[in-house]
Structures are given as C-alpha cells and as structure tokens.
C-alpha cells in the first residue's frame, strides 16, 4: 500500500492507512495538533500530492484533532531517504525544516507515512520543541527494520 500510494500515487490507499493509523493511536493522550512531514516542493511537484499530509487529512477527521500543514516547511531537497544509511540520513535532513511561529501548543504529533531509523521527524520534532512546544509524538503508519 505504501509504495503503490508513494510512487504510483494510488491515493485511494491513504484512506485505509489514514484509518488504520487512526484506529492505533491512544486516545487517552491526543495532542493539540498534527503536522505531516512536508515535502520539498520539488517532491510536491513530482509527485502531486504529499502522502503524509493525506493521511493526516484523514487521521484528523477519525480523532477530531486539527491538522496544520503549514506550520512546518521543507527547506532543502535533498535526495530521497530510501537507500541512504542512518548516517547520511541524518546528514540528509540536517537543516531540513523551517518552522513558523505558532501560538501555544503543547503536544504536537508528526504524521508520516513510513518511519525507518527515525531521521526525518527527529530533525523535524527538533524544529518544533525549539519553538516551543512541549511533546512532540511521532505517528507513522509502518515501521521498517
């Protein structure tokens, strides 16, 4: 579903992962607000669509929790995570993402697609925790080793 969404842009899928997400999350602990993972613009163009900000979409409607892709931007292209080790990953996102200022929220979780050694949302929950929130949560719909 991942990959068939991704890079074949079968959006159809990102409304069963949305669910699927949505149905896993703790309900006790929702925070304030969901930021999807933003993409480069250049992505945004290649493909259309940003797979994390669809599933958000639907995560949000499914809590009640308000999403907000504006807040978090993608300043550097880069190249694609897939292929890259941990190390370069890190390097990767580094300097990454621009965060505007937002008023008072005190958890904030980020909504991506597929979470792998974790480099992407550590750079961004960075960004987020310098501009004041409090927790930052990670909800991503598959995991890989």
């Not at 079968?10 to 925070?31: C, W």
């Not at 931007?73 to 300097?95: E, I």
């Amino acid at each position: 579903m991942v990959q068939q969404l991704k890079f074949m842009g079968e959006r159809k899928f990102a409304r069963l992962m949305g669910e699927l997400l949505a149905n896993a999350v703790d309900r006790t602990d929702l925070p304030d607000l969901l930021i999807p993972v933003p993409q480069h613009q250049d992505r945004f163009i290649e493909r259309g669509f940003n797979q994390a900000q669809n599933l958000a979409t639907v995560v949000s409607k499914r809590t009640g929790v308000p999403v907000d892709g504006t807040i978090a931007r993608r300043l550097k292209s880069g190249k694609p995570q897939a292929g890259l080790n941990a190390r370069d990953r890190q390097k990767n996102v580094r300097g990454a993402f621009q965060v505007s200022s937002f008023g008072p929220i005190d958890q904030i979780a980020i909504i991506d697609d597929v979470l792998t050694t974790g480099a992407t949302c550590e750079a961004l929950a960075a960004q987020l925790l310098k501009h004041g929130c409090r927790k930052v949560s990670v909800w991503a719909f598959a995991r890989t080793p």
